[in-house]
């Protein structure tokens, strides 16, 4: 784990408060707001750049864990999303939308290096990688319409043209790169392996423009996210539960379990957030629910490694 990959918390934390701070500049306040489309785009081809789509197929070698994967993330988390977001924030629509585009978003980087950390199955957690990545994408406007169309604030044209302009103009142009410099030994192991920091820098650029711009009447409504931490646990609870158990039932090994437990848990905040801040430019709330979700989330996933290796240890000679 990098310098920046151990002070993420702090560094999205910080931006927030330098963005707030920022954005009493009446200059800066006016104009923050167009550069998070632009800072948005460059970090997620940064992160596409890293991802090894050409893997996709390999996650489907191991099929036991690549359906049971599946499952999780894309049938049963958007249920349990929609139950507890219905339960607990049915009457703050902006919260309700923001929790659940970060929990039907499987993470695409940072669950890597907690697998690692877990003595998990590094290598088919990667190989399911950009099948989780490229299915998110599909399937994101669909959970929207879903399970957040009753609320009126969901323009399915719109979205898709954010999604398009954020999300797939970023990984073609990342794919075409690795095409054009798919011979280069240069690119494949050193280069991509020196931008793992920039996604964070980039991410917490447009997270302080975002700040910028919408600080005021951010720091108006912090009663809010008082809202979250529930249904927040929560969900980390019973996916925990359910991972575990689904992996002891199919006589997983240690390690294949605690992939499964990883990547069913580590949520992708970053390509929600980037959905978020150009799919709903009026609603402040929604980015900021999905900047607060990582600062739970990455000690809540901290303590679950330490609790998984805790599991591992009878089985270690």
Do not use: H
Request: hydrophobic letters at 60%.
């Amino acid at each position: 784990m990098n310098p920046v990959e151990k002070l993420y918390t702090v560094i999205i934390l910080s931006a927030a408060v330098i963005g707030i701070g920022l954005g009493r500049i009446d200059g800066i306040q006016a104009n923050a707001e167009q550069f998070i489309v632009p800072l948005l785009m460059l970090m997620l081809y940064l992160t596409f750049l890293q991802i090894p789509l050409q893997q996709a197929k390999q996650a489907f070698g191991n099929t036991r864990f690549a359906s049971a994967s599946l499952l999780i993330n894309f049938l049963w988390t958007p249920l349990l999303a929609w139950f507890l977001a219905s339960l607990f924030l049915g009457d703050q629509p902006a919260l309700y939308i923001g929790f659940i585009m970060l929990m039907v978003t499987p993470c695409t980087d940072w669950y890597l290096v907690f697998t690692g950390i877990a003595k998990g199955n590094v290598a088919l957690s990667t190989a399911i990688l950009p099948v989780n990545l490229l299915l998110q994408i599909v399937l994101l406007p669909i959970y929207l319409l879903l399970f957040s169309g009753t609320t009126g604030k969901v323009e399915l044209a719109f979205l898709m043209e954010s999604i398009f302009i954020v999300l797939v103009l970023p990984l073609l142009l990342a794919i075409a790169t690795k095409r054009l410099f798919r011979n280069s030994t240069w690119l494949n192991e050193n280069l991509t392996a020196k931008l793992n920091a920039l996604p964070t820098i980039f991410l917490s650029l447009a997270i302080a423009a975002m700040f910028a711009s919408q600080g005021t009447l951010l720091l108006g409504n912090l009663d809010l996210l008082g809202q979250l931490l529930v249904p927040i646990l929560l969900f980390f609870a019973v996916n925990f539960i359910v991972s575990q158990t689904t992996g002891r039932l199919l006589n997983f090994s240690y390690t294949d379990k605690a992939s499964l437990t990883l990547t069913t848990l580590a949520r992708n905040s970053p390509i929600a957030l980037a959905i978020a801040m150009t799919a709903f430019p009026d609603q402040p709330l929604i980015a900021l629910t999905l900047v607060i979700g990582p600062l739970l989330e990455l000690p809540v996933l901290a303590a679950i490694t330490q609790l998984l290796l805790v599991f591992r240890k009878p089985s270690v000679p």
